[in-house]
């Protein structure tokens, strides 16, 4: 069985239709809206091709039609964005985005998943980063072999014990440093983080020609076009695959956690 793995679209269409990859089963972690200006094609996306869906917290938000209003960051940008994803969503979708789970228990393949946005004990807002010892703390009453997560934005797989992580990163707003979409793939009891280039102008020119202030409009050409808020290293590496079993994922995943936490 070969499992496709989304998370935090962002109603970043071009993004999203970038990824072509095969698949039997779409596991989709949430986060379809805010940020991104075409929220509309994207639920309607994985409203029809996703096998199974959970909420994120921005799903949450503008189902509840929560209002934001931050000063500064990533909170300043969702809530000039929320009043843009309200009026480009129709009441059928403000419903679906509603609808959807806050977390799903499923067995594919013999292996027993649970999906949640952000983790067990918080669903929709604690940001995990990849630690053991955190996670541990949270999977003690865990009856899964597999655990799937978002929110962070940052891609990472990591060994717990008897249980492994997968955390994807953002289809529609990567803040790793990488500004392509990210995603994973899971097969044969292999993760395999993917990232891919996507038409990055064609987003672009959504915020631009959109009536957001300007000064959102430059934050959220930056991190399109960049993959963070802070400009990244120019001569940092990218790989198009990162390959993991579970016996290297520990490793891998330290490194990355290392590399988030700089970042954050």
């Known amino acids: 069985m070969r499992i496709l793995l989304l998370a935090d679209i962002h109603a970043n269409w071009p993004a999203l239709q970038a990824i072509q990859e095969p698949f039997d089963v779409c596991l989709s972690l949430g986060d379809l809206v805010d940020y991104g200006l075409e929220p509309g094609p994207c639920i309607d996306w994985v409203r029809q091709r996703a096998t199974h869906s959970i909420r994120g917290n921005h799903d949450h938000g503008v189902a509840q039609q929560v209002r934001v209003n931050g000063k500064?960051?990533?909170?300043?940008?969702?809530?000039?964005?929320?009043?843009?994803?309200?009026e480009r969503i129709t009441p059928h979708d403000r419903r679906y985005l509603g609808a959807m789970p806050v977390s799903k228990r499923l067995t594919l393949d013999n292996t027993r998943f649970l999906l949640v946005h952000a983790t067990p004990r918080d669903?929709?807002?604690e940001y995990a980063i990849a630690d053991v010892?955190?996670?541990?703390?949270?999977?003690?009453?865990?009856?899964a072999q597999v655990i799937c997560v978002g929110h962070t934005h940052h891609p990472y797989v990591l060994e717990v014990g008897d249980k492994l992580?997968?955390?994807p990163g953002s289809v529609g707003q990567p803040r790793d440093g990488d500004p392509r979409a990210s995603y994973a793939i899971i097969e044969n009891q292999r993760v395999e983080l993917k990232r891919i280039e996507y038409p990055v102008e064609d987003t672009v020119r959504t915020v631009l020609e959109s009536n957001l202030p300007e000064p959102a409009k430059a934050l959220l050409v930056e991190v399109f076009r960049t993959g963070a808020l802070a400009k990244p290293d120019s001569g940092k590496l990218k790989a198009d695959s990162v390959i993991l079993d579970a016996s290297d994922a520990a490793r891998a995943a330290k490194e990355m956690g290392e590399m988030a936490a700089h970042r954050s």
Request: charged letters at 25%.
């Open 72 to 86: 500064g960051g990533f909170k300043y940008l969702t809530g000039v964005t929320r009043q843009l994803t309200q």
């Open 133 to 143: 010892d955190f996670w541990s703390k949270r999977l003690g009453d865990i009856d």
């Open 123 to 125: 669903p929709l807002d």
């Open 165 to 167: 992580i997968v955390n």
